[in-house]
Nanobody, 124 residues
Framework: QVQLVESGGGLVQPGGSLRLSCAAS????????IGWFRQAPGKEREGVQC????????YYTDSTKGRFTISRDGAKNTVYLQVDSVNPEDTAVYYC?????????????????WGKGTLVTVSS
């Protein structure tokens, strides 16, 4: 049974940092593509970044490029999202999602498995 468990969310001040973790388990045949997506209050879900089994990164939004960094620990099948220089617009529930395949999808609709999310609140 596939399971994705996020952790690391919380309250952070503008300009601050935190690291989100996604522990993936239950994938039997191959490493999946795993990504981070977020949904702010009253807004549609959007992609942040995704990393393929080979390590190729897909960036879904320019607003987080250069501030957020996705990485994966293959041995642990854990994916991290280092979040730096946050601003109030980064406040959202951050979801980890995965799919089998060698590439990340074009949008969040292409993901097959989802975690329950972790809330990041940016506020002074």
């Amino acid at each position: 049974q596939v399971q994705l468990v996020e952790s690391g969310g919380g309250l952070v001040q503008p300009g601050g940092s935190l690291r989100l973790s996604c522990a993936a388990s239950g994938f039997t045949s191959a490493y999946p593509a795993i990504g981070w997506f977020r949904q702010a209050p009253g807004k549609e879900r959007e992609g942040v970044q995704c990393i393929s089994p080979s390590g190729r990164v897909t960036y879904y939004t320019d607003s987080t490029k250069g501030r957020f960094t996705i990485s994966r620990d293959g041995a642990k099948n854990t994916v991290y999202l280092q979040v730096d220089s946050v601003n109030p617009e980064d406040t959202a529930v951050y979801y980890c999602a995965a799919r089998y395949g060698i590439r990340c999808p074009d949008t969040w609709h292409g993901m097959d498995y989802w975690g329950k999310g972790t809330l990041v609140t940016v506020s002074s």
